[in-house]
């Protein structure tokens, strides 16, 4: 199994670009997430999805969107980059409810510069 | 209020000590605790979940749980130059969501 996988692992982007940042499991999980991590500090959930086709936001999802066509596919969306995004963005996926133990696991991550 | 709160540290403790990090949390309904080790340029890994008052030890792992002061702790015993990394608390709200506090650093020194 690979896992979760990221890509791309870099990106710079202009002010006002558009981008997707990709992200699969092979697990067959149903639950999936995206967060972001601004330097020294936590993880701040976006979006987050509970099976194909349902997708729900989460903390800071302003400037983001998301779909689930496939229960392995959840890709990102930033329209019209702005610096504030700066981060490093992570995908994470895990198998049952979130109210019982069920790992979540984390993909690489994805570091992206606006400048 | 921040949901999850930690102290950023930095926490340093020589090889072979205890290492404590603690974590509060806000929404009193709180099920689910997390602790999450991550070392820099990584992504977070798992170490220690709790659910229950009280405490739960995995190897050198300890984690504590107390929902009527609504805190979570971790101690790392005979702490080894390996753990220093960043250790995230993370805990599922009432309403189904996780968060993660900002991360305390933890430095083992040799």
């Known amino acids: 199994n690979a896992g979760v996988t990221q890509t791309p692992k870099f990106r710079i982007l202009k002010i006002g670009q558009s981008m997707t940042l990709q992200c699969a499991q092979d697990?067959?999980?149903?639950?999936m997430y995206w967060y972001r991590q601004d330097p020294g500090m936590g993880l701040k959930l976006i979006y987050y999805?509970?099976?194909?086709?349902?997708?729900d936001k989460g903390e800071v999802p302003n400037g983001y969107n998301v779909s689930r066509s496939t229960t392995e596919d959840f890709p990102l969306r930033l329209e019209l980059a702005a610096p504030s995004q700066t981060s490093v963005y992570f995908c994470?996926?895990?198998?049952?409810?979130?109210?019982?133990?069920?790992?979540?696991?984390f993909g690489p991550g994805t570091r992206l510069t606006v400048l | 209020q921040k949901e999850v709160e930690q102290n950023s540290g930095p926490l340093s403790v020589p090889e072979g000590a205890i290492a404590s990090l603690n974590c509060t949390y806000s929404?009193?309904?709180?099920?689910?605790f997390f602790w999450y080790r991550q070392y820099s340029g990584k992504s977070p890994e798992l170490i220690m979940f709790?659910?229950?008052?009280g405490d739960k030890e995995d190897g050198r792992f300890t984690a504590q749980l107390n929902k009527a002061s609504q805190y979570v702790s971790l101690l790392i015993r005979d702490s080894q130059p390996s753990d220093s990394a960043t250790y995230l608390c993370?805990?599922?709200?009432?309403?189904?969501?996780?968060?993660f506090g900002t991360g305390t650093s933890l430095t083992v020194i040799p």
């Open positions: 697990m067959n999980h149903n639950y």
């Open positions: 929404d009193r309904g709180s099920q689910s």
């Open positions: 999805s509970v099976g194909a086709g349902i997708t």
């Open positions: 709790i659910y229950s008052n």
């Open positions: 993370a805990v599922i709200t009432t309403g189904n969501q996780f968060y």
């Open positions: 994470a996926s895990k198998a049952g409810d979130p109210r019982t133990y069920n790992e979540q696991f």
